[in-house]
């Protein structure tokens, strides 16, 4: 296999010539060796798909030339289908906020579309990274908007195995309401209990655990997708800022919100330690 050359601001690195990621995904995999853990596939499709509703946006808005929006659109498609994750090649635990992750992306969805649309991976002058797949966009907004989207499916589906749970704990709470056992104090024999009124109770405890999470997932609905740095929108246009979020939800079917304040949205993470508690909770209950 043959090389090529990329440059960033630190110099050249050489590279597989027939490999998406770029340049700084590889200064990432050098900088950060820590788990030898890859990213979580979800989270890496999530990314991907805020990569594809900002090209779908800047694309119909005229801020990207066609052709280029529809390459990277299709690149988006092609790691969304499933197709090859090879090239993420970043670490799990990462320095920079998540910038490694975000510029991983943008080179693997940068490399796809330029070799649409005909060109050699690497070649940058037909589609770069940060000038046309990251447009209008900063890892400030791209990591925390991907790292909520992940997070709202995630506890989906462990709403439904908790739901399954549930179900089975009504089920024997039924079959075993006949059942006369001791209750238990302070580790010792109490007063008579039905056994099936015990298994009644975990079946509310885990009803309770359910309510908590959706609750605590409905707040990370607010997204501050267009606020880049620091929240302020800087270098950000307004059809972008404009569309952005209800494309983003189109395209999830996520029903998504842009925050009222986007700089509060940017810098606050508590959606993520509220949800995070909720969890907790649920792991101390079963």
Same mark, same amino acid.
């Given at each position: ?54 090209? %779908? =946006?800047? @694309?119909? &808005?005229?801020? *990207? ?8 659109? /299709?690149?988006? #498609? ?16 990462q ?33 770069h ?20 989207? %992940? =997070?709202? @499916?995630? &506890?989906?589906? *462990? ?8 179900? /089975?704990?009504? #089920? ?30 975990f ?26 740095a ?5 270098n ?51």
């Amino acid at each position: 296999m043959g090389t090529r050359k990329e440059r960033d601001a630190v110099g050249f690195a050489e590279l597989p010539e027939d490999v998406r990621y770029g340049i700084q995904s590889l200064r990432a995999k050098e900088n950060f060796p820590i788990t030898g853990r890859k990213m979580d596939p979800r989270w890496i499709r999530n990314i991907t798909l805020i990569k594809k509703a900002a090209a %779908t =946006v800047n @694309g119909d &808005a005229g801020y *990207l030339p066609r052709s280029i929006a529809d390459a990277v659109i /299709a690149a988006c #498609d092609e790691i969304l289908s499933g197709d090859d994750m090879s090239d993420f090649i970043v670490d799990a635990i990462q320095g920079g906020a998540g910038t490694s992750a975000n510029m991983n992306v943008n080179e693997v969805v940068a490399n796809r579309a330029i070799r649409l649309l005909g060109g050699r991976y690497g070649d940058y002058s037909i589609v770069h990274p940060n000038d046309h797949v990251n447009m209008h966009q900063s890892t400030n907004d791209v990591i925390p908007t991907s790292g909520k989207l %992940t =997070v709202i @499916g995630m &506890a989906a589906d *462990l709403e439904t195995a908790l739901g399954g749970l549930r179900a /089975a704990l009504l #089920d024997k709470a039924e079959a075993f309401d006949g059942i006369v056992t001791v209750g238990r104090t302070q580790l010792e024999d109490a007063v008579p209990v039905r056994l099936g009124q015990i298994f009644g109770a975990f079946a509310s405890m885990v009803a309770r655990d359910m309510k908590r999470i959706d609750r605590c997932a409905e707040g990370l609905h607010t997204i501050n997708m267009g606020g880049t740095a620091i929240g302020t929108a800087i270098n950000v246009k307004p059809l972008y800022l404009k569309n952005i979020t209800r494309v983003l939800s189109e395209q999830t079917g996520v029903a998504l919100r842009k925050a009222d304040d986007l700089i509060d949205s940017t810098q606050n993470v508590d959606g993520f330690v509220e949800i995070s508690g909720a969890l907790k909770a649920c792991a101390v209950d079963l």
